[in-house]
Nanobody, 123 residues
């Protein structure tokens, strides 16, 4: 089970940190990622991290502003978001998979999902 938290309403340029708490499985065995979704659109890849956290990948739209991290001792995935923009407004989901191959950005590779947390950035 994955449970996101930390969403909220912020102004453009501000920062926000999302967390995803995992339970019920061996967290360190899972590739983890963040996706986001706006009304009327499909889920968009944001960032992903490998099992140990040593490798990370980012969507071009968030590179340099967002940082994904994981704490396998606490089974927590985080997303530090800085210099937020209005276009970052979305519901953010954490996702996990035992293996994604080279397709870390593909939504259909992940079979464990949280319920999402709303992030709203006002301009």
């Amino acid at each position: 089970q994955l449970v996101e938290s930390g969403g909220g309403l912020v102004q453009a340029g501000e920062s926000l940190k999302l967390s995803c708490a995992a339970s019920g499985r061996t967290f360190s065995s899972y590739w983890m990622a963040w996706f986001r979704q706006t009304t009327g659109k499909g889920r968009e890849f944001v960032a992903a991290t490998s099992w140990g956290g040593g490798n990370t990948w980012y969507a071009d739209s968030v590179k340099g502003r967002f940082t994904i991290a994981r704490d396998n001792t606490k089974s927590i995935l985080s997303l530090q978001m800085s210099r937020l923009k209005s276009e970052d407004t979305a519901v953010y989901y954490c996702a996990g998979a035992l293996s994604v191959g080279n397709s870390w950005s593909k939504e259909d590779k992940y079979d464990n999902w949280g319920h999402g947390t709303q992030v709203t950035v006002s301009s």
